[in-house]
């Protein structure tokens, strides 16, 4: 129990009955008092399928917080389903409910004087806020995740959620009918779990693993499969051991943990939001980490994983071939992970490694032999030019020529650029813009799935590039730029381009140019005009007013005072 919360139960005096009483009414006993009390915070919900799973895992949870001596405080947290909101103005709370769910851990955990506390979440934003309220609150904890969904099949092909997607985009194309659109729609998604490929949410449960914040394999985890409640029943048992160890998270979330994180995430082909989450993870831990850092990574690491969004296979096949560890041991091997950083267990990362063989098993295909990666280097660049003076992100694989240079054809909002490519007004060899998206000027910095999983249903993926302010699902695939910044709204050169200008993005050159003089370029910023707040207010007014540049995380306690 924690000094705060003993002083009040414990001590002698007027303070002790009544916080006493009001414990027993949630049912301690006498012997209880001394037992550390920790948190669950549970994600579970009906929202989504990524977090419907959760509630027996918080269960299995409850009991092992108690099996280990434990009194265990079950308090729920919010999601948005970022699948159910794409392409709505509802996705521009899903950036914010980040921030959301860490303050309401941080505020459940610290005005109850938890000794530790447990994370349990599903959808992509429940990782990141999990994870930045324990680095600011630094008291002993460890994340579970729901677990990734099983694939939905048709016409023996595995389906994700992305397909649904995708099938908007051929229909609109011609490619397919629309009973065949619907056929994809309906056996999609067949169960609880997180979106079934290398996406934000398996990103984040890998890169969680790979950084030592949750158990060995259990990232990779069907959510439907009982080896997932079994995990989250050992997560609690180990984190009763790390509590009275007092093992911290910011023992565990280090620069080297993290750059950990940054190559495993690189090998396995994850999201382009890893970035902007772990700038904000890193800024919550006092870690000093930049944009720059992950290209230093991926230029030394390959990509070794043949996952969707542009690969074959999906997060339980990665499960089946030996998962995280696997990956993990073999850039260990090839000394590009650091064996010495400590994991929630208290053993090291090369401790918990040590039996795992330095090559992939022979009889998959979805871990690539180190001799014969995906690519040679990591697939998350970082761009920069006169478009993106703090950087921009481009996910370049299944991309068969990383450069283009083309016309602009500007949009103020996605839905405008999604009603253009269904009506087939986009060309091979033009560059969508898409501003006025970002993180202040959204507000919310909404994702890009609708239009990016329209291009590749036309066919365009190799043909046209997309550069926005806003970010991309890490369903995403193709020639595309986000976080873009200095955003549009804050005047961005993003601000300033006009229908037709000539773009070049060079992800081989890390390059990202609007061709136009600079003596044009101060013209056109003298006579641009900040907009007007699109929400005055609520919750996305309070974020656009707190909310930083995308080139740092998107954070909304940075430099408050």
């Not at 009918?177 to 490929?197: I, K, L, N």
Request: overall charge negative.
């Amino acid at each position: 129990m924690s000094e705060n919360l003993r002083s009040q139960v414990v001590t002698q005096g007027v303070q002790r009955s009544p916080n006493r009483a009001m414990l027993r009414a949630v049912g301690f006993r006498d012997e209880d008092f001394t037992k550390p009390i920790v948190g669950i915070a549970n994600g579970h919900s009906t929202i989504t399928p990524c977090n419907m799973g959760i509630e027996p895992l918080a269960k299995r949870a409850e009991a092992g917080i108690r099996l280990a001596g434990g009194m265990p405080q079950m308090f729920g947290t919010i999601t948005i389903s970022d699948g159910i909101s794409m392409g709505t103005e509802g996705m521009k709370y899903s950036l914010v409910s980040r921030d959301v769910i860490a303050d309401s851990i941080e505020t459940a955990c610290m005005g109850q004087s938890m000794d530790g506390v447990i994370t349990i979440g599903g959808c992509d934003k429940n990782m990141p806020g999990a994870m930045i309220a324990i680095a600011r609150m630094n008291i002993p904890a460890i994340f579970v995740y729901g677990g990734t969904i099983k694939p939905g099949h048709l016409n023996g092909q595995d389906l994700t959620v992305v397909s649904a997607f995708e099938a908007v985009g051929q229909y609109s194309a011609g490619k397919i009918s629309h009973e065949q659109m619907t056929d994809v729609e309906r056996h999609a998604c067949p169960g609880a779990g997180s979106c079934g490929g290398m996406y934000t949410a398996n990103t984040m449960s890998s890169a969680f693993e790979a950084m030592g914040m949750s158990l060995m394999y259990s990232s990779t985890m069907a959510a439907e499969d009982e080896e997932k409640a079994d995990s989250a029943e050992k997560s609690a048992v180990v984190l009763l051991d790390a509590i009275r160890s007092q093992r911290l998270p910011r023992h565990i979330i280090t620069r080297k943990s993290i750059e950990n994180a940054i190559a495993v995430i690189m090998a396995i082909g994850g999201s382009t939001n890893a970035v902007l989450h772990f700038l904000a993870i890193a800024h919550a831990a006092g870690v000093e980490l930049k944009l720059d850092d992950f290209e230093t990574i991926r230029d030394r690491v390959p990509v070794l994983c043949d996952l969707k969004p542009s690969g074959r296979y999906v997060a339980t096949d990665l499960h089946k071939a030996g998962g995280i560890p696997q990956v993990m041991k073999m850039l260990l091997a090839h000394g590009l992970l650091h064996g010495d950083a400590l994991t929630i267990t208290g053993q090291t990362v090369a401790e918990l490694l040590k039996e795992i063989p330095a090559e992939p098993r022979a009889d998959q295909e979805v871990i690539r032999p180190w001799n014969n990666p995906l690519y040679t280097q990591g697939h998350l660049a970082i761009l920069k030019g006169n478009l993106a003076t703090e950087g921009a992100v481009a996910k370049i694989t299944g991309v068969k020529k990383p450069e283009i240079t083309g016309p602009a054809r500007v949009f103020e909002s996605e839905e405008a650029c999604l009603d253009a490519i269904l009506a087939g007004k986009i060309q091979a060899g033009d560059i969508l813009v898409i501003r006025y998206e970002g993180p202040k000027g959204g507000a919310g910095m909404r994702e890009m799935l609708a239009p990016t999983s329209a291009i590749i249903g036309a066919g365009l993926g190799d043909a046209v590039g997309l550069i926005t302010d806003g970010r991309f699902s890490g369903g995403t695939y193709g020639m595309v730029v986000g976080h873009v910044a200095p955003e549009a709204y804050v005047g961005g050169t993003i601000a300033l381009i006009r229908e037709g200008d000539s773009i070049t993005i060079d992800a081989h050159n890390r390059l990202l140019q609007l061709n136009v003089s600079d003596a044009e370029l101060a013209q056109r910023r003298a006579q641009w005009q900040p907009p007007k707040p699109r929400y005055t207010t609520g919750v996305l007014a309070k974020y656009a007013k707190l909310v930083s540049s995308s080139s740092l995380g998107a954070v909304t306690d940075l430099n408050l005072f």
